[in-house]
């Protein structure tokens, strides 16, 4: 039920690679960190507690151990349905795998092949987190910076464009972390902004765009 943890808490141990991986454990042994030349077989698995989570799950527990009651005694359609056991006897409640998974309320795990020594638990859970910034990018790339279709043939062509998106790329993360604008909005407050010089009996005269103020925020936070 979560008893065993406190809130926050991390685990860094192991996971099978593959589901024919066997693990040995001692009851009364320390979880093993990771590694990559003594577990072959395995991944480094990251577990992280959330004394938060652990109430939503066991709600929706709840709700899936009274759907398979209900299934059970034939007060619902059967469906493929969480801890229904099937047998030739007929459907019971598979007690086993009910337990099991209220055991484990409240963990969550990240799986990664990243030795402790270069990143500590903590950070391999923020890098998770920040995993959004990274699909936001690919989401840029492919939208207002246009990365693809790609029309290209010639291997030096096809890096040459790709580098300039990923330039691009940089420079508009750039932007958006100076001014706090998405880059979409940064477009459409500066494309507007042009300088014309006029020839007028022979002077040139430039006239200058009125800045809006979403105009004058980005410029102020990119020059200073």
Excluded: C
């Excluded at 459907?91 to 795998?97: H, K, V």
């Excluded at 799986?111 to 690919?138: C, G, K, R």
């Excluded at 693809?148 to 940089?170: G, N, S």
């Excluded at 009996?201 to 009125?210: D, L, R, Y």
């Amino acid at each position: 039920m979560g008893i065993a943890f406190t809130d926050g808490q991390l685990i860094d141990t192991i996971t099978p690679r593959h589901g024919n991986t066997r693990t040995e454990r001692k009851k009364n042994r320390r979880e093993p960190v990771w590694d990559p030349e003594q577990h072959p077989g395995h991944w480094r698995a990251v577990w992280a507690y959330s004394r938060k989570r652990a109430v939503r799950d066991g709600h929706t527990l709840t709700a899936q151990e009274n759907r398979a009651r209900a299934v059970i005694d034939g007060d619902a359609a059967v469906k493929s349905t969480r801890f229904v056991k099937t047998t030739a006897a007929g459907r019971t409640l598979d007690e086993a795998s009910l337990e099991r998974a209220r055991r484990l309320v409240g963990l969550k795990g990240y799986v990664t092949n990243i030795p402790a020594q270069v990143m500590p638990p903590a950070e391999v859970l923020s890098s998770y987190h920040d995993l959004w910034h990274v699909e936001q990018s690919f989401r840029m790339s492919k939208t207002d910076l246009q990365a693809r279709p790609i029309f290209h043939r010639q291997r030096d062509a096809i890096e040459a464009h790709l580098t300039i998106v990923f330039t691009a790329l940089a420079i508009a993360r750039y932007l958006q972390h100076k001014t706090g604008f998405s880059i979409r909005k940064i477009i459409r407050t500066l494309r507007p902004l042009q300088d014309v010089t006029i020839s007028l009996a022979g002077q040139q005269i430039t006239a200058k765009p009125e800045l809006t103020d979403d105009a004058r925020h980005v410029l102020q936070r990119v020059t200073h």
